[in-house]
């Protein structure tokens, strides 16, 4: 009985740590497309963007609605009461007769009032209409960045698996050969000092392998953080070889395009322009204003009934307004200094964003040629690969090659295939990283 009992508790065990050593399901493969969707649909940065568009439409609504005419219409009743004397030619007296009198009043208005003559108004719609255009820019400078960081988080993560996959492949290929090596040893085929050298292989494959698995759970996290997700992502490593047939434009036509279509540098030009205008207007502040009113309206001691007792009680009134601002303490000259201070400030960020520009589309030029290049070559370097571990298998199966010239050549081919793999990415990312200076996305 107790025999029996020790075995059904045994097998629970076994059955309970089968369980928890259950490996987790494989974290779901996204294309390049869905994350690009996702990070656009969900990212915080790019919220912040379009909320700043939203806050700047609505400063250029609000300034346009200053040179707008101003209508008001108010209705109001008041009613008012004092102790009177009966006899109007008799002062109030405690002596005297008196009664309480009440009074009601009743008006309707309807007033407009219209900036006429006001620079700084109008100064401040040209300043928010640029601050929009800035504003405008710098969303879409938003989404070429979020574009360009999801291509390099979502390449940087393909590379990583294919590195995982390759590493996998060393630590089975290297344990092969290692218990084959031992074998050989024990027999006498191979010398100590070769088995030592397999051995090594064999341990250095295996601390790849742990590298490559903390830098693919890195790669993961990076991805999955950049298009809002919580749980693992994959990446779809199947890459098709790019067409590099077409020569690639001119760097000086880069520049030229990218200066004109960069909503970096198109954020800095609008935000220098706008800064420009609010000096102007910030010195406009001195100049004097004219404004037009006119107002119509009724008031009477009860509310009219009809057409003929409003135009009875009915009045209006026209005026100009010429205002002055003489002097407030010095507070205009102190707005103008910190205006012309914020136009040089804008100007240097101009200036520094040309630079930007024009050192991101030589470096991304410089990258696109290089891949261009490496793709070039990789094609031959994978059959070149292919080609020895085939020759090197066939040499090791005849006796004419030991166990670690076969090892040597598997190194060399999966090597060979991570170097492809690594340059498909590297061109597609190169591709990204001049679109972004582009403002493409």
Not at 56 to 62: D, E, G, I, Q, V
Not at 127 to 144: E, F, I, M, N
Not at 224 to 251: E, F, H, K, N, Y
Not at 299 to 306: K, L
Request: glycine fraction near 6%; proline fraction near 3%; include cysteine.
């Amino acid at each position: 009985m107790n025999t029996i009992r020790s075995i059904i508790i045994s097998a629970m065990a076994v059955a309970a740590l089968a369980g928890a050593q259950t490996p987790p399901a494989p974290p779901r493969t996204y294309s390049l497309k869905e994350c690009l969707d996702l990070a656009f649909k969900q990212s915080p940065d790019l919220a912040r963007a379009q909320s700043a568009l939203a806050v700047s439409s609505a400063s250029l609504a609000a300034a346009v609605g200053d040179m707008l005419p101003s209508v008001t219409a108010s209705s109001r009743y008041s009613q008012s009461g004092g102790t009177v004397s009966d006899d109007p030619l008799v002062p109030v007296g405690d002596s005297l007769p008196t009664h309480e009198a009440v009074s009601d009043q009743y008006g309707t208005t309807l007033s407009v009032s219209q900036n006429l003559i006001n620079l700084p108004v109008l100064a401040g719609i040209g300043r928010s209409v640029y601050g929009r255009k800035a504003a405008g820019a710098a969303y879409d400078q938003a989404r070429a960045t979020l574009s360009y960081d999801v291509h390099q988080a979502y390449y940087g993560l393909v590379k990583l698996q294919k590195a995982l996959q390759v590493a996998l492949s060393s630590v089975d290929q290297s344990e092969q050969q290692a218990k084959r090596a031992r074998l050989m040893a024990q027999l006498g085929s191979i010398s100590r000092s070769d088995l030592l050298k397999i051995e090594v292989q064999l341990t250095q494959s295996k601390v790849n392998l742990l590298n490559a698995r903390t830098a693919l759970r890195a790669g993961q996290q990076a991805l999955s953080t950049l298009i809002g997700l919580q749980a693992g992502v994959a990446a779809d490593t199947a890459l098709a070889m790019p067409d590099t047939s077409r020569a690639p434009a001119a760097l000086d036509s880069l520049r030229a395009v990218a200066l004109e279509a960069s909503p970096a540098y198109r954020s800095a030009r609008n935000s220098y322009r706008s800064a420009a205008v609010g000096a102007w207007s910030s010195w406009t502040a001195k100049l004097p204003a004219l404004t037009g009113s006119y107002s119509y309206g009724y008031a009477n001691r009860r509310q009219y009934q009809d057409w003929d007792e409003w135009r009875w009680h009915d009045s209006w009134t026209v005026g100009l307004a010429l205002t002055w601002n003489v002097f407030d303490g010095f507070g205009t000259e102190a707005a103008i200094r910190k205006a012309y201070a914020a136009k040089r400030t804008a100007e240097a960020d101009l200036f520094t964003a040309r630079q930007n520009v024009a050192s991101q589309v030589d470096q991304a030029h410089q990258a696109l040629t290089a891949a261009r290049e490496q793709i070039a070559l990789v094609g031959t370097l994978q059959q070149q690969a292919e080609e020895d571990y085939r020759l090197t298998s066939e040499k090791y199966r005849l006796g004419s090659a030991s166990v670690l010239d076969l090892l040597t050549s598997q190194v060399t081919y999966n090597q060979a295939q991570l170097t492809a793999t690594n340059a498909i990415c590297d061109y597609h990312l190169a591709e990204a990283r001049l679109r972004q200076a582009l403002g493409q996305w």
